[in-house]
């Protein structure tokens, strides 16, 4: 990026040189379509031409002691508009007899369309402050662009598309410099500086068309392999001597049949880059903000300035037109594919680096006004600049954050109370994982999550910020987030802090609910182990005390439903069905032969596969042993129905007695989420 500085400034150094030494008269000219001569549009402060010719006055012809040169519209020609080598040798040799007409010290004679003669001496040398205010906006436009891609190479310096990107905007920036001194050029400059200066703008133009060829080509899918550079480097170098040394005179236009043929196969890849990216929406996008950012203005300067041209014909829109239109589209279109189509890594950085670079502008344009203004001290000015420009950017800045980043301005602790309120409630491992999915949803907005795999130690990103890999709470695996606020952003290293802060708070969170479940289970192991030796032993040695065969079974029974649920309540997995059924069914069988009943058992087979929690195993394990104990105890008992079934995500159990669904009793056991 320093580099990139310092070259922008070493080229504008030369260029303001090469601008301010040539003979100044300080006239701005123009051609008039309707006389064929050329008009004053203007006559710079304190120049030799001020006060001598007013604006709007038709100059005719340049009068020197040895002939009268006449001023016509070809005298201001862009010489990159002239069509074969005799007319642009024509061109050279005028300019050369315009230059040979000052001589410092004597006034020139400018004669306009009426007669009359006006007397101006030039000097040799023009003042900064003289330079047009129209070249240092074409200067800007040129630094804009020539920035934004120095910013997108210097984060991603790997990559080729980075650096044909950069060198597309090294060539613009370069070809806009030498157009902005020949559209803004004095009359009277040295024609061997017009014909370097013309052929630095051609090669700046091939340089341009070399980046941009080679971005289309393999972005964002490489074409080719990299053996064609070599070869469209080398097409570059033979055109552009070609046009120097003049050696063969192409049909048609010598300047812009050169790059004709270029933009026609540019669109035949533009075609085969959108067959090719089929199946792969980002691809698309991109391809589209790219292609439209360079073809849109490029068909724009073919259509209405190099065809008409060509054929001989008046441009319907002149050269420093197709600058002004071709550069913003250009430069805006590759900046919003960097920021919204994932170009290259660079969205959050380049964002903060143009809010940086707005605070140092508004403090110079702050400083500027009070200073010339309102002729404040140069010390108070600065202190007062940088006090409004802290209340005036500051605010700015967090707006605009908020606005187009809203999830990057929104810390970890200003998100906590969402976390905690998503995290709340999570009982098992399950539970957590399925609240710590939701908390990537709410905190990052993805197009996609999705599980995988990998186990992953920490966060990490993918694709240059299309993915984030998120570890899992328990390690087991990880998830996979695509496309930051639904495809909007990109993932940053930022958000790779952001998500690390809330796994490790996700896992205290976790590990202390699991800490605590341990707890809670220890604790009911030495409960149930306490029951079962302390109660479980003294009903054992009731049982064989007890004389009495109905009470001694009755206090078996006891010890034995005991037993059952301290086994049932240690144990953490939920149980099948199948087994326990089986084991209830015998039991009720030894009963119900004892009593002389009939047993009728009735289960659909989706019961016996269902698994059930320890809870609701007990509840079921004792309304089937309480209730057949009850009906057993009727003296008219025939027969004992009992039925198992499902119903609308329930497990119903119906128990009766000889036949009669008045006396049956039943219980409902919710079975939502259990398989």
Known sequence: MLLTLLFILLLQAVAAYIFTHQ??????????????????????????????????????????????????????????????????ADSIRLQQQLHAAVKFGEPLRFASDSGNVFAVEPRETMPVRAIPTYYWVLWSLGCVGLLICSLVWSYQPFRLEALFLFITSVGYYGFSITHNIL???????????????????????????????????????????????????????????????KIIELPLHIFFLQYVPFFMVALGFTVWQWRASKGHPLNRVALLLLQISIMFPSLIAVVFYAIPLIMGK??????????????????IGWAGAVLRYRLFEIEYWWFKSWLWLLGGALVILLDVVLVTLFYTPQVYALGLSVVLAGFLYFPLRQWLL?????????????????????????????????????????????LHLDAQPDVLKHPMLAENGLHLSVPALDNAGSYRLTGKQMAAHLFSKADVHTVASLLDIARIASNASATR?????AERRRVMHDLHDTIGARLLSLSHDITSPQHRKATQDTLQLLRDMIHLTLQKTPYRLEEHLADWR????????????QLRWQTE???????????????????????????????????????????????????SINNQPLTAKNLTLALTGQA
């Open 23 to 88: 003979p100044w008269t300080g006239l701005r000219l123009e051609p008039d379509p309707h006389s064929g001569f050329l008009r004053v549009t203007s006559v710079a402060e304190d120049s030799p031409a001020e006060g001598i010719i007013p604006p709007g006055t038709l100059l005719a012809t340049l009068q020197t002691a040895e002939r009268q040169i006449p001023l016509t519209p070809f005298a201001l020609i862009d010489l990159r508009e002239l069509n074969n080598h005799n007319i642009y």
């Open 183 to 245: 559209s803004n050029r004095e009359l009277f400059m040295a024609a061997d500086v017009l014909d370097g200066l013309n052929f630095g703008a051609v090669l700046f133009t091939h340089y341009f068309i070399f980046g941009m060829f080679m971005l289309q080509v393999s972005y964002p899918v490489r074409l080719f392999p990299l053996r064609l550079l070599y070869v469209v480097a080398l097409l570059d170098v033979l055109l552009s001597v070609n046009y120097y040394l």
């Open 314 to 331: 008046t441009p319907l829109l002149s050269h420093t037109m197709v600058i002004q239109v071709m550069s913003p589209i250009i430069f």
């Open 402 to 446: 908020g606005k187009l980043m809203p999830l990057d301005s929104q810390s970890v602790q200003d998100f906590l109370p969402t976390f905690g309120n998503l995290m709340s409630g999570a009982a098992s491992g399950e539970e957590f994982e399925l609240r710590w999915q939701a908390v990537l949803q709410k905190r990052f907005r993805p």
């Open 517 to 521: 479940k341990q707890a809670v289970l």
């Open 586 to 597: 015998a039991d009720t069988v030894e009963q119900t032969e004892a009593v002389d009943a």
């Open 605 to 655: 087979p989706q019961v016996e596969s269902l698994a059930l929690p320890p809870s609701q195993l007990i509840e079921l394990m004792l309304f089937v042993r309480e209730t057949v104990d009850a009906f057993l105890q009727q003296p008219d008992i025939q027969s004992l129905d009992i039925a198992f079934r499902l119903e609308s995500d329930a497990l119903l159990a119906d128990i």
